[in-house]
């Protein structure tokens, strides 16, 4: 698909980017190389592709879920400045 020279300014301006009159030739062959290229991407026949979640397809090792650390809110709790209920109290900063 090939892009005219009102197109690429066109898209330079929904961009917000600032073109030169001397540039607009080579962004004009090159966004119409990229839109080439995504219409033969387009083309390949896939249906017999199965999707993946990721191009590498591995699994991740997961450690196993156990409790490593002692439950230790009573302590914590007996330094703190504010506590109710088990809960800490902390001032109000929204109004």
Same mark, same amino acid.
Do not use: C, W
């Given at each position: 698909?090939?892009?005219?020279?009102?197109?690429?300014?066109?898209?330079?301006?929904?961009?917000?980017?600032?073109?030169?009159?001397?540039?607009?030739?080579?962004?004009?062959?090159?966004?119409?190389?990229?839109?080439?290229?995504?219409?033969?991407? =387009?083309? &390949?026949? /896939?249906?017999?592709? %199965?999707?993946?979640?990721?191009?590498?397809? *591995?699994? !991740?090792?997961?450690? =196993?879920? &156990?409790? /490593?650390?002692?439950? %230790?809110?009573?302590?914590?709790?007996?330094? *703190?400045? !504010?506590?109710?209920?088990?809960?800490?109290?902390?001032?109000?900063?929204?109004?």
């Amino acid at each position: 698909m090939a892009l005219d020279q009102d197109q690429v300014r066109g898209i330079a301006e929904l961009s917000r980017l600032q073109i030169d009159d001397a540039q607009i030739g080579e962004y004009q062959k090159n966004l119409s190389n990229i839109l080439d290229l995504v219409d033969q991407l =387009a083309a &390949v026949d /896939t249906t017999a592709v %199965e999707p993946m979640a990721h191009p590498l397809d *591995a699994v !991740q090792r997961l450690r =196993a879920d &156990v409790v /490593t650390e002692s439950n %230790e809110r009573e302590r914590f709790q007996k330094i *703190a400045p !504010q506590i109710a209920d088990g809960h800490y109290i902390v001032p109000k900063v929204v109004e």
